[in-house]
């Protein structure tokens, strides 16, 4: 079992950045896929980014591609997601989550963080 706790979120200008951080507890971090998701009021849960164990696979949902980058350090025990220029409709909770294949489904990841809030002003 791990834990997750998100931390970084905050309110940013349309065009800026952000880097969430996600940090696990155990010693068991680098066995787990490591994904993040986003949901905004009145949406459903939407796919953003994973990565595979050793970080040598990722993949990203079309709307943030060439925009964010999912990473991690095993060493730390903590998954990274760096959000570059940010628009209003990034605007969302984001979720770290931890399974054990890369997917972009979330009933895939049975491990899930407390989310941290992204707000995105134009």
């Known amino acids: 079992q791990v834990q997750l706790v998100e931390s970084g979120g905050g309110l940013v200008q349309a065009g800026g950045s952000l880097r969430l951080s996600c940090a696990a507890s155990?010693?068991?971090?680098?066995?787990?896929?490591m994904a993040w998701f986003r949901q905004a009021p009145g949406k459903e849960r939407e796919f953003v980014a994973s990565?595979?164990?050793?970080?040598?696979?990722?993949i990203y949902a079309d709307s943030v591609k060439g925009r964010f980058t999912i990473s991690r350090d095993n060493a730390k025990n903590t998954v990274y997601l760096q959000m570059n220029s940010l628009k209003p409709e990034d605007t969302a909770v984001y979720y770290c989550?931890?399974?054990?294949?890369?997917?972009?489904?979330?009933?895939?990841?049975?491990?899930w963080g407390q989310g941290t809030q992204v707000t995105v002003s134009s």
């Open positions: 989550a931890a399974g054990r294949i890369l997917a972009t489904n979330p009933n895939n990841y049975p491990y």
């Open positions: 155990g010693r068991t971090f680098s066995t787990y896929t």
């Open positions: 990565i595979t164990e050793s970080g040598d696979s990722t």
